[in-house]
């Protein structure tokens, strides 16, 4: 589902399997430059995550968020 501005505040996903990794992968049109870095609480890491990109890490027993894109942007 595509949020304008969209932002996550710190958290984990219990859900998920503690045990697996969780692929993520934005599809989305904005400048990565500006937002939409995925921030990994637990190691303290920002990461740029350009459109397209992929990562794979356990959402269930990492606190993550993700930080808004611009205005216009989706």
């Not at 904005?30 to 190691?43: K, V």
Request: with cysteine; aromatic share 8%.
């Amino acid at each position: 589902m595509l949020v304008p501005n969209h932002f996550r505040p710190p958290h984990q996903d219990p859900d998920n399997t503690v045990h697996s990794w969780c692929t993520d992968t934005p599809l989305a049109k904005y400048d990565p430059d500006l937002g939409s870095h995925l921030i990994l609480w637990d190691p303290r890491l920002p990461i740029r995550f350009p459109p397209g990109s992929t990562i794979l890490f356990p959402l269930a027993i990492i606190t993550h968020s993700t930080l808004p894109i611009q205005k216009g942007e989706t």
